[in-house]
């Protein structure tokens, strides 16, 4: 009777080991974390879309593919191009992006940040073909508008949503950099030169009608001497001024009281 009842708790055992191992080999578990998404295959062929969870699938032959799904850019660097110009400059570009759908960014093309890549460059060649390199300098926020336009229905058609493309760095050869050095020097001293100019031309409008005033009014010869001895004596200073003919304050004769003629002279 004991040989049976062990008999059948081992039969138990076994049939509960092999029924986990049954689960276990049928019983898939995928972890999709947040911000990705997870593309199921089975037996290579495209099932359905994942989102950010854990999924149980019963079957054999299932594998999954997580896709990015964040905003992310990258650095398309060190393009050598011509302007209108025929001026040879280097350029970079940052490119930022989103994958919208993941489906058409895994089976639409091999390589799609390849891709992206290639759409950048080349649309950094036809828009900066048609500049000049001083246009060029002073608009790179429309010239990024102009690249945008070109990239993102090329990214559209792959699952990519293109953000934004902005030039970030405008390289120079070393003899147009120097060039420019030189145009932007003769453009700051004229400025400091005419500044100096106006400035002067100020000064001697305000000595004009000053002296203006004074000869309309002499008295305030007067005041004004009293102010510049007045302002010596605080400073602390001493001030020596001359005053042959002082203007009195009230209208009469300028200079040294004049003497009347003598009844009595002969």
């Known amino acids: 009777m004991n040989h049976e009842i062990l008999f059948a708790i081992g039969v138990a055992i076994m049939g509960a080991v092999i029924a986990v191992a049954v689960v276990k080999a049928f019983r898939r578990a995928f972890l999709v974390p947040e911000g990705y998404a997870g593309l199921l295959y089975h037996k290579g062929k495209f099932v359905m879309v994942l ?23 990258v650095l398309v660097a060190g393009q050598e191009v011509l302007t209108a110009d025929n001026v040879g400059l280097k350029l970079s570009l940052l490119v930022t992006y989103q994958v919208t759908d993941p489906v058409k960014a895994a089976h639409e093309t091999r390589n799609w940040q390849g891709d ?56 120079l050869p070393a003899d147009l950099k120097r060039a420019f050095a030189d145009v932007l020097k003769a453009k700051q001293e004229g400025q ?34 009293m102010q510049s001895l007045s302002a010596a004596q605080n400073a602390g200073n001493t001030l020596v001024v001359g005053v042959p003919n002082f203007v009195p304050l009230k209208n009469g004769k300028t200079g040294s009281a004049e003497q009347k003629p003598d009844d009595g002279a002969s």
Not at 124 to 131: D, I, K, Q, S, T
Not at 194 to 215: C, D, K, Q, Y
């Open 116 to 171: 992206l890549y290639n759409e950048a460059q080349l649309a950094l060649r036809a828009v900066v073909g048609g500049v000049a390199v001083e246009a060029l300098l002073n608009q790179r926020l429309e010239i990024g508008g102009q690249l945008l336009a070109r990239v993102q229905p090329e990214g559209a058609k792959i699952g990519v949503n293109v953000l934004a493309v902005e030039v970030k760095d405008v390289m």
């Open 51 to 73: 989102g950010a969870c854990r999924h149980i699938h019963w079957g054999r032959h299932f594998t999954l593919d997580a896709q990015d799904l964040r905003k992310a850019t």
């Open 192 to 225: 400091a030169a005419l500044e100096r100019a106006r400035g002067e031309s100020a000064a001697l409008r305000n000595l004009a009608n000053a002296a203006r005033v004074l000869e309309g009014n002499p008295a305030l010869m007067n005041l004004r001497l």
